[in-house]
């Protein structure tokens, strides 16, 4: 168990160190020592409230009403002991202001912690486009979108949670074990006197608890890991469906649709039907434990409360302080369901963290270079897909200012793996690319992204939209056609799902007039639209941008009186037409 668990631990601190060596750490260090103070003024509290307990019940079991009032409004000082003792409104007041803002200040360490994980999980999926590159390489790194939004928040969440609450257990093992062991006194078994017996009696109940516990919900692990990924899974097909309407209505196809989604789901109830029966068992062994655990120290200490060597108030503080030591040794038996969750959280985590390391060392793609002049210039490039299959060898191709290239080819043969060679997302690939400093490239696929927000940054997209001015967004609309457009600039809506697949072409070709590249790589970018209105697009193109040098893909032959040269991929070469 110890060899399992070191290998855990040690991917708990991977994920969360960097944030407490972070520019955070210090505030998040000072939040985390507070809430730790507040939680062990608790924990005194409640070490003070077995005292106040002890003198309570003794107060009752004489009927001295004095005393009792004082208990409970003033301050009292107890003959016996000779402890001052604050009323319970006292203790009440300060237990409940101290309880409010533990919580309050550990969910303020909660959120900055889920922030900060966050933000660099997000970070590492898009640098180097490694949300890209996994989605070719790692087929078993599901739905990395429930992994930043869901599994970091949990990991934070439980991690401050059980971390918190296991520092309570210990200490509040600390505390307690020393006033049961002085309530409890010796005991004499076959001949042996035995010193603090219900320590040991706690003890001994704790351990048989938890190893019987772990025994019983182990199998949780396994299934908590799985339901979190077919809740995943059910809701990207939800979300899919909900993004590809058009397409799903167009071919009729809702039963196949239906099919799909309710065998997913039937997985998820499958696997929700086996946490139940692993949790209805671990609950009957738990339920029964806790319950057994209520009478069970006042069973063990009776024979001297009757025998008059503990009072009534010390059999009540004797009872308070084993389910305290009892408790804290059970705290695994208590949490073992939210542990296995966390682990299940860790595990996904961690995974996603490899995925996107292994996406980073995959491959180098094109080896890039400075160019001695203004021409881009590809040579001895070798295109391969992620199977190992090559799709060209020995490409080579330059591109210089204004100039105009068509490349056509059969579908496969890898025109388009081209174009992501040189935009360098493309990972299997080899050769050399020299490009010209400071030069920009702008690629434009056959299916525009169009990102959520006002029509304004759709159409700015990736620049910021605050550099250009109403004239110039209004500008370019116009000239790709999308005048009617114009008045709607500042409004937000889905414009993927609003605009047609013409009008999403003609709006990626309104942001290449608006950045003006030095460098336009079209794939398909004008097939959605009519023959037309095609040619008077590569017009204004040429008109608009004189010096952008464009590379296109395109199957329609009239396309190629807008280049200047064809080139074509044939049999794994690219040669001109």
């Not at 409940?96 to 912690?113: E, M, P, S």
Request: aromatic content about 10%.
């Amino acid at each position: 168990m110890i060899r399992r668990l070191l290998p855990f631990l040690r991917d708990v601190w991977a994920i969360a160190g960097p944030f407490w060596r972070s520019e955070e750490r210090w505030r998040a260090r000072m939040l985390l020592a507070v809430v730790v103070a507040l939680n062990l003024a608790l924990v005194g509290m409640s070490v003070l409230l077995t005292y106040w307990q002890n003198t309570f019940y003794n107060v009752l079991e004489a009927r001295n009403s004095d005393a009792f009032l004082d208990l409970l409004f003033r301050w009292h000082e107890d003959p016996q002991s000779g402890r001052t003792l604050p009323g319970f409104v006292y203790i009440a007041t300060a237990y409940v202001l101290t309880a409010v803002y533990a919580l309050y200040l550990r969910q303020a360490l909660q959120i900055r912690w889920r922030r900060w994980i966050t933000e660099n999980l997000i970070a590492g999926w898009l640098n180097d486009r490694a949300h890209y590159r996994i989605g070719l390489t790692e087929a078993g790194t599901d739905n990395p979108d429930q992994r930043i939004a869901d599994d970091a928040r949990l990991f934070v969440d439980d991690t401050l949670i059980l971390g918190l609450g296991l520092m309570n257990a210990v200490v509040t093992l600390g505390s307690f074990v020393i006033v049961l062991w002085t309530l409890s006194g010796p005991v004499t078994l076959f001949g042996a006197s035995i010193p603090g017996y219900m320590v040991w009696v706690a003890l001994l109940y704790s351990l048989i608890g938890t190893g019987l516990a772990h025994w019983i919900g182990r199998p949780l692990i396994r299934l908590n890991f799985l339901q979190q990924r077919v809740e995943a899974d059910f809701r990207f097909a939800l979300v899919r469906l909900r993004e590809n309407g058009e397409g799903i209505a167009l071919h009729a196809g809702e039963a196949d649709e239906h099919r799909a989604l309710s065998g997913r789901f039937r997985a998820l109830v499958e696997n929700w039907w086996s946490i139940m029966v692993a949790t209805k068992r671990l609950t009957f062994f738990t339920a029964g434990f806790n319950q057994v655990a209520i009478i069970f120290p006042i069973a063990v200490a009776a024979p001297a409360y009757f025998a008059g060597r503990m009072s009534l108030g010390g059999l009540i503080q004797t009872s308070s302080a084993f389910e305290s030591v009892q408790g804290s040794l059970s705290w695994f038996v208590s949490n073992y369901s939210n542990v296995t969750e966390w682990r299940a959280t860790v595990d996904r985590l961690t995974g996603f963290r490899a995925a996107i390391d292994r996406a980073a060392a995959t491959g180098g793609g094109l080896a890039r270079s400075e160019a001695a002049n203004d021409a881009l210039a590809l040579d001895g490039a070798t295109l391969s897909l992620p199977d190992g299959r090559v799709l060209a060898r020995d490409a080579a191709l330059t591109l210089a200012p204004g100039e105009r290239v068509l490349v056509q080819g059969p579908s496969g043969a890898g025109k388009s793996t081209l174009f992501r060679a040189i935009a360098g997302i493309w990972p299997f690939a080899e050769g050399r690319l020299a490009l010209p400093p400071g030069k920009r490239l702008l690629f434009l696929p056959q299916r525009p992204y169009i990102p959520l927000g006002s029509l304004r940054r759709a159409v700015c997209y990736p620049e910021d939209a605050a550099r250009f001015t109403d004239a110039e967004v209004a500008e370019v609309l116009s000239d790709a056609g999308l005048a009617a457009l114009i008045p709607r600039l500042d409004e937000e809506d889905n414009w993927a799902k609003r605009l047609s697949g013409g009008e999403q072409q003609r709006l990626a070709l309104a942001r290449a007039l608006l950045v003006k590249p030095d460098f336009l790589f079209l794939d398909e970018a004008t097939a959605s639209l009519d023959p037309a209105s095609e040619a008077a697009l590569h017009q204004v193109l040429k008109e608009r941008l004189p010096q952008t040098a464009i590379l296109s893909i395109a199957h329609r032959e009239s396309v190629a009186r807008f280049h200047d040269r064809t080139l074509r991929f044939a049999e794994g070469r690219l040669a001109p037409a």
